[in-house]
């Protein structure tokens, strides 16, 4: 281990590359995906469960956790890493996403922003010295400097503020976080969907010299197209000797695609989430347990996963706890879909190592198309038993 961040690049495959982020907690085995524990916790998951799957590194939320339980409170009591048992690289983000999409009565200025707690209507302000207080009270190894997220579609003049108002704010953050061994501040590169203000913004941020650089502002209702074309409107102009995370990305099909464009870093509440709401990922794609073809399917989500979940449990016990209401069900599609994208990242590891990249997520997408081909033809043959036969 080390008492510095370094990140280093194994293998490439044209853009994408294979590499590590070496902290003081462990290793970041890249490209990573970490899961979302916003609250101080990944949803309907323990610990040693997370961690076992291959997570390097868990995301918590800094809005959440200012509110509930505090940040001063999570110090006294020993830091984030210590309340919810992790021992590993914790990723706090900013809190500027929720501030914008979960606060009421929210004023932004020059100075930060005030706003309401969407739990109990308190008053807060966030400044980006107090984000960085913040994330520094709850121990995270890797912070992220408060920035301005603008909702898409947008015009371009709010889009060229946001972005400006989010380089000023990360001069700020790196002033207030000044120099922390062992700990890695993170810009977040703004822009919109104009690819002329992103590579404004992460000409500028680079200058800071930063650990990282985040791309964020996506993954918020645009169409694929847009992200990846913002991606690479941005990747040229991003230091390949420092990490590179996509905020809030995504589905499995974003995620490949995002590597393939030279992304490290990734987390997202989608497979957590789908999973507490009956739906599943697999190598067979995505599928929504509570549909009726699957209440006497007494096969397992994937009889060649490692995960229990996927190989002991049958689909028609899983239709039926999620169709019950069961906590445990929750509990299963969590833990069956976190573990798919963990396979999903070695796969992807594996693939840039070997220079076959390419190879790799067209066999995965081909598997995906495949399956959702299979599931068609059966849903129509079950529709008209007779198929043809009477045309």
């Known amino acids: ?20 982020i070496r902290m003081p907690r462990g290793v970041i085995r890249t490209p990573a995906f970490m899961p979302v524990g916003t609250a101080g916790t990944v949803k309907a998951m323990y610990p040693e469960q997370v961690k ?22 999570m110090a006294r009591l020993g830091g984030l890493h210590a309340f919810m048992q992790w021992p ?21 200025d020059e100075r930060g922003v005030t706003f309401r707690s969407h739990i109990d209507g308190t008053a807060h302000e966030l400044t980006p010295e107090r984000s960085i207080e913040i994330q520094g009270l709850l121990g995270a190894d890797i912070q992220m400097q408060l920035d301005e997220c603008v909702r898409l579609p947008a015009e371009r003049e709010a889009i060229a503020r946001a972005m400006q108002l989010s380089l000023r704010w990360a001069e700020r953050c790196r002033a207030a976080f000044g120099e922390q061994p062992g700990r890695a501040l993170f810009g977040i590169v703004q822009g919109g969907d104009v690819p002329a203000l992103r590579a404004e913004s992460a000409r500028a941020l680079v200058g800071l010299d930063l650990k990282g650089y985040a791309i964020g502002g996506l993954a918020v209702g645009e169409p694929q197209a ?16 420092k990490p590179r995370y996509l905020m809030g990305v995504g589905t499995p099909d974003d995620i490949v ?21 009956g739906m599943v990922y697999t190598r067979f794609g995505r599928m929504n347990l509570r549909n009726a073809r699957f209440a006497e399917d007494n096969t397992p989500l994937d009889p060649e996963s490692a995960c229990p979940a996927a190989h002991l449990y049958t689909k028609a016990y899983l239709h039926h706890l999620v169709r019950a209401g069961e906590i445990l069900g ?7 879909n976190l573990s798919y994208y963990q396979d999903l990242m070695a796969g992807l590891r594996r693939a840039i190592a070997a220079g076959r990249l390419q190879d790799f997520i067209g066999e995965t997408r081909e598997g995906w198309a495949r399956a959702e081909r299979d599931r068609g033809e059966r849903d129509r043959g079950a529709r008209d038993p007779g198929g043809s036969a009477g045309a």
């Open 1 to 20: 281990m080390t008492d510095h961040f370094r990140f280093t690049v194994a293998a490439t495959d044209g853009v994408a590359r294979t590499g590590e």
């Open 52 to 73: 076992a799957l291959g997570a390097d590194v868990v995301l918590g939320n800094t809005y959440h956790l200012m509110l509930r339980p505090g940040a001063e409170r």
């Open 88 to 108: 590993y690289p914790i990723l706090t983000d900013s809190g500027g996403f929720q501030v914008m999409s979960l606060s009421g009565l929210r004023k932004l």
């Open 226 to 241: 847009t992200m990846l074309a913002m991606i690479e409107a941005t990747e040229p102009h991003l230091p390949v000797t």
């Open 257 to 277: 695609q995002a590597v393939s464009r030279g992304i490290d870093m990734f987390d997202c509440v989608m497979p957590t989430r789908a999973g507490r709401h």
């Open 330 to 336: 929750m509990m299963l599609l969590t833990w069956n």
